[in-house]
């Protein structure tokens, strides 16, 4: 791990703009062995589902509430990614969920404007006590769709959000008003960089028209304090077992070797999520 956690200086920064940049925090060969077993991961695939963006455009992702013994999980659990965590959310955190953003060369769809406490206000999360650390399996630049966030937006709170083609977007009207007020950045990244973000921050990206897939990792926290009222697709608290950064190419190293097998790791059966995932292809 080339960062480990983050800094008091990084968190107040997070704090003041909703997000914090940390360049490196894989290392090369860690990411190199992220991006490959992404990428011939038949599992991860058939879980995939499609979500259209309303302009004839639609991303593949896929997602999982357990962070299991894979390379994912590693990373998902790995101490300086959680302990960074646990620094902006002020205490202890547990795996709410994690993704894989599948942004394919020339098909890749756009992501609408939205917070991500905007979906999870209907799990029964009282407070956006959540953040997600973004991480770049691919390069991501503008040409290919990267990130794009509101600077500062989290301190609006939570805004209504509306169903724009398969995606639930923030309010058009409110958003375009936000915009003339509050910086727009585009977060170009390189592989293995690692963007924290607030669970209010509003973000989007644009459709890849380029030649160059813009496929990312994202991992997401919820306080432990912030425990929701009532069951849904996402787990309650559950204790979350930290790994030590070396873990990450113990288990990329493993993922490739004679003894390596996680072709049942993502099982519909075991997880809420795929499985709710699965119906929804299926339908």
């Not at 956690?5 to 703009?17: D, K, L, T, V």
């Not at 992702?61 to 659990?77: C, E, K, M, Q, V």
């Not at 999870?120 to 503008?142: E, H, K, M």
């Not at 973000?203 to 926290?221: A, F, G, L, P, T």
């Amino acid at each position: 791990m080339a960062k480990g956690p983050i800094s008091q200086a990084q968190a107040a920064e997070y704090q003041e703009r909703g997000f914090i940049l940390v360049k490196g925090m894989l290392e090369p060969q860690e990411v190199s062995l992220l991006s490959r077993a992404a990428h011939e991961d038949r599992v991860l695939d058939q879980h995939s589902f499609g979500k259209g963006d309303g302009e004839g455009g639609s991303i593949r992702l896929s997602l999982w509430n357990h962070p299991t013994d894979t390379i994912y999980g590693a990373i998902a659990r790995c101490e300086s990614i959680v302990n960074s965590a646990e620094t902006l959310l002020g205490g202890e955190v547990y795996h709410y969920h994690s993704k894989m953003i599948m942004k394919d060369a020339k098909v890749g769809g756009a992501w609408a404007w939205h917070q991500d406490y905007g979906y999870w206000y209907q799990n029964g999360v009282l407070w956006p006590l959540l953040t997600s650390a973004f991480i770049a399996v691919d390069p991501a630049t503008r040409e290919n769709g990267c990130l794009q966030v509101i600077e500062g937006s989290h301190k609006l709170g939570r805004i209504e959000h509306v169903l724009t083609g398969d995606q639930a977007g923030a309010d058009r009207e409110r958003v375009d008003e936000i915009l003339k007020r509050l910086p727009l950045v585009y977060v170009e990244m390189d592989p293995g960089d690692a963007l924290f973000f607030d669970a209010n921050l509003l973000h989007r990206s644009d459709q890849n028209k380029s030649d160059h897939s813009r496929w990312s990792m994202i991992c997401c926290y919820n306080a432990a304090r912030n425990d929701p009222y009532k069951e849904s697709h996402h787990p309650r608290y559950t204790k979350l077992h930290k790994l030590p950064d070396s873990a990450i190419l113990e288990a990329g190293l493993k993922r490739f070797s004679e003894a390596g097998d996680d072709s049942g790791w993502l099982d519909p059966a075991k997880d809420a999520s795929a499985a709710s995932l699965s119906q929804t292809v299926q339908q």
